[in-house]
């Protein structure tokens, strides 16, 4: 059963870089799309974006300008870079194994595995 | 403002049904997935695409889509159904993905 877990820092100063990985066990990180999500303290989800096993990517546009996600297949790994971070970045982090696929000639695309999240608070 | 506009909150009695819907005009071009959140917890997947539900999840739990609209339907709510519902899609372009704003379902 492929499990995700996330790690890095829980406090980030602000301005700085902030950096988090997600081991990926049970399963090989080849195929699938990896996906970072966070959620505020009391809001909703919000998706950061993704990489496919083979290196491209896709990001929330509110985001594009300080994010980068990579993928480290050899450790079965992926990351995410955000940077000159503020206190708005203050946020449960998770990361997901997700799919796309077609159905009726229509797209669609889900998240079946998650990590349990990690805290990131940003301050000085 | 989202581009997948959720319900903020529903209720529902024990054992009846409800519906979440999910707004958006992407919803006309792709399907969505349906995620259960409870407190303190890392979102599930309960349902995604035409009719898919992963195993483990009871199957009170079912999807529907017509025009720029999806719901998700429990049948027979129960006490554990009580958490955050959040739809996943692409935004308005299809480029890139996004959530809803979440609905807090209350079974009373």
């Known amino acids: 059963q492929v499990q995700l877990q996330e790690s890095g820092p829980g406090l980030v100063k602000p301005s700085e870089t902030l950096y988090l990985s997600c081991a990926v066990s049970?399963?090989?990180?080849?195929?699938?799309?990896w996906t970072w999500i966070r959620q505020p303290p009391g809001k909703g989800l919000e998706w950061i974006g993704y990489i496919y096993y083979s290196g491209s990517t896709n990001y929330n546009p509110s985001l594009r300008s300080r994010v980068t996600i990579s993928v480290d297949t050899s450790k079965n790994q992926f990351s995410l870079r955000l940077s000159s971070v503020t206190a708005a970045d203050t946020a449960v982090y998770y990361c997901a194994r997700a799919s796309v696929t077609i159905a009726d000639r229509i797209w669609y695309s889900y998240m079946d595995v998650w990590g349990k999240g990690t805290t990131v608070t940003v301050s000085s | 403002s989202s581009e997948l506009t959720q319900d903020p909150a529903v209720s529902v009695a024990l054992g009846q049904t409800v519906r979440i819907t999910c707004q958006g005009d992407?919803?006309?071009?792709?399907?969505v997935s349906w995620y259960q959140q409870k407190p303190g917890q890392a979102p599930i997947l309960v349902f995604f695409?035409?009719?898919n539900r992963p195993s483990g999840i009871p199957d009170r739990f079912s999807g529907s889509s017509s025009g720029n609209t999806a719901s998700l339907t429990i049948t027979g709510a129960q006490a554990e159904d009580e958490a955050d519902y959040y739809c996943n899609s692409r935004d308005n372009n299809g480029n890139h993905w996004l959530f809803g704003g979440g609905t807090k379902l209350t079974v009373l």
């Open positions: 992407s919803l006309r071009s792709f399907y």
């Open positions: 695409g035409k009719n």
């Open positions: 049970g399963g090989s990180i080849s195929t699938y799309y």
